[in-house]
């Protein structure tokens, strides 16, 4: 018996494929987007022009039905198409729900 046909004895078996995944999808919370006020938009819009690449953020933002916190470093913010990126996570401008600086 080969080294790899041996250890695929020991590998973990799933009978029910896809059933750990069904239960945290079913698992998670649906909440209802915020409409933020016109003085909220408005800080929101003074912060996101204030903000500059490699500064240390959080930003708490609307995604797949509920509000999601993402930190770390600006990399990128592109105003004509409406997103901006921190570390490896590009977040739409549209769902940002608020900005803080770390």
């Known amino acids: ?8 004895q020991f590998l973990p078996f799933d009978a029910l494929a ?25 800080e929101l819009s003074r912060k996101l022009n204030s ?13 797949n ?7 770390g470093e600006l990399k990128q913010i592109n105003r004509i198409q409406r997103f901006i990126i921190i570390g490896n996570v590009k977040i739409a401008i549209d769902n ?3 900005i803080y600086d770390l």
């Not at 896809?18 to 408005?42: P, T």
């Not at 903000?51 to 995604?63: C, N, R, S, T």
């Open 1 to 8: 018996m080969e080294n790899f046909d041996r250890a695929k």
């Open 18 to 42: 896809g059933f750990k995944e069904a239960i945290m999808e079913k698992e998670k919370i649906i909440v209802d987007r915020k409409e933020l006020s016109e003085e909220a938009q408005e």
């Open 51 to 63: 903000l500059e690449l490699g500064e240390e953020i959080k930003v708490v933002h609307y995604k």
């Open 65 to 71: 039905k509920q509000y999601k916190i993402d930190r």
């Open 96 to 98: 940002i729900f608020r």
